[in-house]
């Protein structure tokens, strides 16, 4: 019978060369903020993921937010420590490797543009016209962040009813609602990921319910014996539902900082 692989000492790395590494952007690389395009990534934790990313298996970028907006706020660009960084945006929906400088983005979902023609007259009708909208491709993301903190809650079952009726699914998040098409989502990338690069550990770090599903696909992984990982949760007065399944929980991006900065030097020396 195959037992579980215990996660190792969440606080090292015993085996870099082996380890995938895979974050979550907002609420764990970078505070979440009323303005989502100003949601720079932590530069502290970037510092600690150039000086690791060289003596990984493969670093990881898995986030809600399209790849483009990825790149620009982590300042990946232009630093050839991220020659091999893997990002995977939109849930998994979009592909870069920094490899090949390839983006795979897919067209438009039909739902989401007729959702983009309904929405502003559907909200003013449910006294909701104050929504602050992030049209994202391939998603449309309503935000209450500074805004009206009890409004998603009141529009839940409508905002799921309109979901179902265009051929969407929801995705709730942290003062933020999306409404996009069905089939990716943080587990599915992964898995993927896993078969891909053949890590013999993962250690993933997230902060919200759009992470849940990459928890519970790499929890089975480890259970079954197939590999080892590490769960790390950022945590958040707003959101808790990630605590109590993690090996290590972080207080916030300034300890997601903290914690990758001595990965680092534990794993590369100090730097001088």
Partial sequence: MIGRMPAPDPTRLADPAGTLLALDFDGTLSHVVDDPTQAYAHQESIDALARLAP??????????????????????????????LLVRGQYGAERWDAATGH?????????????????????????????????????IALHTRGIDPDLLARLDG??????????????????????????????????????ELAPRHVVYAGDDLGDLPAFQAL???RDTG????????????????????????????????????????ATTGAPA
């Fill in 219 to 221: 929890a089975e992984l």
């Fill in 55 to 84: 003596v990984l298996r493969g670093l990881a970028i898995v986030t809600g937010r399209p790849v483009r907006q990825a790149l620009e706020l982590g300042r990946f660009s232009g630093r050839e420590e991220f020659g091999q």
């Fill in 103 to 139: 983006l795979d983005e897919p067209g438009r979902p039909e739902g989401v543009t007729a959702l983009a023609d309904r929405l502003p007259a559907w909200l003013a009708e449910h006294d909701a016209s104050h929504v602050r909208l992030e049209d994202k491709g391939l998603a």
């Fill in 226 to 265: 197939r590999i080892g990982a590490t769960l790390v949760c950022s945590a958040s007065g707003e959101q808790d539902a990630l605590v109590a399944i993690s090996d290590l929980v972080l207080d916030g991006p300034d300890a997601v900082a903290a914690w990758l900065t001595s990965l680092a030097d």
């Fill in 158 to 195: 409508p905002l799921r009813e309109l979901a179902r009726h265009v051929g969407l699914t929801v995705e709730p998040g942290r003062q933020v609602v999306e409404l996009r098409a069905p089939g990716s989502d943080k587990g599915v990338a992964v898995r993927a990921l896993v078969e």
